[in-house]
């Protein structure tokens, strides 16, 4: 069992940065793919970005492309999201997720752990 833990969160202002954290608890973290969500208010759970075991394929909703950036660090068991230019309908409560299989996948019922998510706000 892996278990996630959120940082990182906070209020910004449009075009602020700022910098999520997810650390894992297992051994097993450099075996797991990893992926942020976020669900607005009213909303269903979207994907946002997805880093393999290696840190060496990463892949991005449209929506977030060329603004946030994914990464992780296997020996610290952590991976992050970079989020910069970022706009009012970014506003969501943030998870971070972890899959055993190394297939990425971007549908939130694919993902075997999950974190209790971290709120962001944009303020316009």
């Known amino acids: 069992q892996v278990q996630l833990v959120e940082s990182g969160g906070g209020l910004v202002q449009a075009g602020g940065s700022l910098r999520l954290s997810c650390a894992a608890s297992a051994r097993t973290f450099s075996s797991t793919t990893m992926a942020w969500f976020r669900q607005a208010p009213g909303k269903g759970r979207d994907f946002v970005a997805i880093i393999s075991t290696s840190g060496s394929r990463v892949d991005y909703a449209d929506s977030v492309k060329d603004r946030f950036t994914i990464s992780r660090d296997n020996a610290k068991n952590t991976v992050y999201l970079q989020m910069n230019s970022l706009k009012s309908e970014d506003t969501a409560v943030y998870y971070c997720?972890?899959?055993?299989?190394?297939?990425?996948?971007?549908?939130?019922?694919?993902?075997?752990?999950w974190g209790r998510g971290t709120q962001v706000t944009v303020s316009s």
């Open positions: 997720a972890g899959r055993r299989s190394t297939t990425l996948r971007t549908l939130a019922g694919d993902y075997d752990y």
